[in-house]
């Protein structure tokens, strides 16, 4: 089993620029989940999923767009990108939400300039 | 916001020596979990007690829970470099969908 994989590792972006952060498990989990790591701020949640064609906003939703259409895959797009958004993207899975531990991907960091 | 606080936010020891670090939350919790970070790598999920639960063990790790204080706390007995990381507590609340809230970490610094 891959786990959960996420793609690109490392992206610089322009300000203004639109990109797709994707993550993929193959473990057949129903929740994922996005979150963004700043330094001294620890994980926060940007958007999740229950189930393909479930999604909901987390603490942090602002700027970016999920989907589920399928329930390996959950691609986190950023609509216009802002110096803000400088940060390491983490996507995670897992059986049935937080009852039981996710697995957490290796995370994409993002570079605004 | 965050839902959980870790303390310390850094931790110094020796090879052999006890770690402990404390948690404490907000809200009602379904369950709380810990999670390692090694530098640039993703969280790994290490243990997870329950709200119903006081004390559970895995390995080296021992990790309480006092709902009445909102707390926690996670012990890693005869530390080792190799555990050298971040450790994060993460709560489940109960209402709602199903997420996690991560606290922001305690960094603990193993040396031989």
């Known amino acids: 089993n891959a786990g959960v994989t996420q793609t690109p590792k490392f992206q610089v972006l322009k300000t203004g620029q639109s990109m797709t952060l994707q993550c993929a498990q193959d473990?057949?989990?129903?929740?994922m989940s996005w979150y963004r790591q700043d330094p001294g701020m620890g994980l926060r949640l940007i958007h999740y999923?229950?189930?393909?064609?479930?999604?909901d906003q987390g603490e942090v939703p602002n700027g970016y767009n999920v989907s589920r259409s399928t329930t390996e895959d959950f691609p986190l797009r950023l609509l216009s990108a802002a110096p803000s958004q400088t940060s390491v993207y983490f996507c995670?899975?897992?059986?049935?939400?937080?009852?039981?531990?996710?697995?957490f991907g290796s995370g994409t960091r993002l570079t605004v300039v | 916001s965050q839902q959980g606080e870790e303390d310390p936010q850094a931790l110094s020891i020796q090879e052999g020596e006890n770690a402990t670090m404390n948690c404490s939350y907000k809200?009602?919790?379904?369950?709380l979990q810990w999670y390692r970070q090694n530098s640039g790598r993703g969280l790994v999920h290490l243990i997870l007690?329950?709200?119903?639960?006081r004390e559970k063990h895995s390995g080296r790790l021992r990790v309480t829970l006092d709902t009445s204080k909102k707390s926690s706390s996670l012990l890693i007995t005869a530390s080792r470099a190799a555990d050298t990381a971040s450790y994060f507590c993460a709560t489940e609340g109960n209402s709602g969908y199903s997420t996690l809230t991560f606290g922001k970490g305690t960094m603990l610094l193993v040396s031989p």
């Open positions: 809200t009602s919790i379904n369950n």
């Open positions: 995670a899975s897992s059986p049935q939400g937080g009852s039981y531990g996710y697995t």
């Open positions: 007690i329950r709200s119903n639960e």
């Open positions: 999923s229950v189930g393909a064609g479930i999604t």
């Open positions: 473990m057949n989990h129903e929740y």
